[in-house]
């Protein structure tokens, strides 16, 4: 089913496009999940160094969202100092292939 199938009936947020939106859409979602991709798990910290201009309070908020949303887990260790490590679910691997095609589609157009 395209994006053909729903013209005409309603909003667009609800349709499946709009819910993949709402999921992964914004400035660093679809990033974070592409860095958790490459190398799981990954501590906050980490994240952060490797998306740069992001802030702590920015990259946690989308962590939270992204962990609501079943993307992402997140597992915390009970130590001085915290430990936090963030992986990707399986419902989120279901969007590497797509994220491959992005990639592929950058790649060409580059």
């Known amino acids: 089913m395209g994006t053909a199938d729903y013209q005409g009936e309603g909003n667009i947020h609800e349709t499946p496009f709009g819910y993949t939106l709402s999921v992964i859409g914004g400035k660093w979602k679809m990033l974070i999940i592409y860095l958790l991709a490459e190398n799981q798990p990954v501590r906050f910290n980490e994240l952060k160094r490797r998306i740069g201009p992001i802030t702590y ?15 992402v887990d ?37």
Not at 58 to 71: T, W
Request: glycine share 4%; charged share 30%; aromatic share 6%.
């Open 57 to 71: 309070k920015m990259l946690s908020s989308q962590l939270k969202e992204l962990e609501a949303d079943g993307l």
């Open 74 to 110: 997140r597992k915390e260790y009970p130590q001085v100092p915290p430990k936090v490590e963030y992986r990707l679910t399986p419902k989120a691997e279901t969007l590497i292939p797509v994220m491959e095609q992005l990639c592929d589609w950058g790649r060409s157009n580059l």
